[in-house]
């Protein structure tokens, strides 16, 4: 199902322009606009320009990746900090999402309270987390180890099985 802003009709008025895509019968498209499709957060610009430029990211993971090479074990536990802040965030999140406070479902405003709450909570364990791994580097280390493992894993896996299509 692909829905699309249409920002002009009311919320009580039905979707517009509703098609069905049958061209594959085990997997048909439906398509669709109307005013509930709208975000109320958008990243899309931010995002879109880092996919259209990616030398920009490529330059940024080069400047960084050089510092961690030749000065990593200086911010060694600021890495860790770092890392676990962005996990912690991350599954906290996914968390969220899973209980469908980040859903649509509710009024516009229980969605913006939801989000709201979400990201503070979400920003308070990923705060939390990565103080704990900072304070335990031991722990910190393996777990980093670990994120880089799934990562390795997951690069290889596309290296190698890029072809495939299931």
């Not at 910190?140 to 894993?153: D, K, N, P, S, T």
Request: with cysteine.
């Amino acid at each position: 199902m692909n829905l699309y802003c249409n920002s002009d009709n009311d919320a009580t008025v039905s979707f517009k322009d509703l098609s069905v895509n049958n061209s594959n019968p085990c997997k048909p498209v439906i398509t669709g606009s109307h005013v509930k499709a709208c975000s109320l957060i958008s990243v899309t610009k931010f995002s879109r320009y880092f996919v259209n430029n990616p030398a920009i990211l490529g330059v940024i993971a080069i400047a960084f990746g050089l510092i961690v090479a030749f000065q990593g074990r200086r911010f060694f536990e600021y890495t860790i900090f770092a890392t676990g802040s962005i996990v912690g965030f991350g599954i906290t999140m996914l968390l969220f999402q899973f209980l469908s406070m980040l859903s649509s479902k509710q009024g516009s405003e229980l969605t913006f309270l939801g989000t709201l709450f979400s990201f503070a909570f979400s920003l308070a364990m990923a705060v939390f987390l990565g103080y704990i791994l900072y304070r335990m580097l031991d722990i910190g280390a393996a777990i980093m180890g670990a994120i880089g493992g799934v990562f390795l894993a997951l690069t290889v896996n596309q290296v190698l099985f890029f072809w495939v299509d299931g």
